[in-house]
């Protein structure tokens, strides 16, 4: 596949999926054997990215996220992130806050044959947990 056309999966990944709250796109832009890789300490874990998406829909069913830059090179697709959500749903054992949440990040992805089989993330999950509460400021 081109980088151009990695690119635009992973534009569906954050444009179909997480804003347009289309959850059937993950098996269309994803390997069945999809691999996450979160640094230590991320405050969610998730198996698999259906599960990723559903508790994340549940706790802040209005994210809505800001892809500031799109790189690719070879099978690799970079993306610069921002998101803006509410907690009005539970989310890691803390009931809904009502509180807006900002984060921003970068996630890695790898892709074979026009699917997602790798992805890396990177953002700021002892913020989120302070700005809902869970931790101290």
Do not use: C
């Not at 954050?14 to 709250?21: G, P, S, T, V």
């Not at 907690?87 to 509180?99: C, I, M, R, Y």
Request: proline letters at 5%; charged letters at 25%; aromatic letters at 10%.
């Amino acid at each position: 596949m081109s980088t151009e056309a990695n690119k635009a999966v992973v534009t569906r990944y954050w444009q179909e999926l997480w804003n347009d709250k289309r959850e059937e796109v993950i098996d269309e832009i994803t390997s069945p054997d999809l691999r996450f890789h979160f640094p230590p300490g991320q405050a969610h874990q998730p198996a698999t990215l259906h599960q990723w998406f559903t508790t994340s829909r549940r706790a802040f069913p209005n994210v809505r996220f800001t892809v500031h830059d799109l790189l690719a090179e070879g099978d690799k697709v970079v993306a610069r992130w921002s998101y803006e959500a509410t907690q009005t749903g539970e989310f890691l054992g803390q009931p809904a806050t009502q509180k807006q949440v900002t984060d921003q990040g970068l996630n890695l992805f790898r892709l074979e044959d026009g699917r997602i089989v790798e992805m890396w993330m990177s953002g700021d999950s002892l913020g989120l947990l302070r700005q809902i509460g869970m931790l101290p400021a």
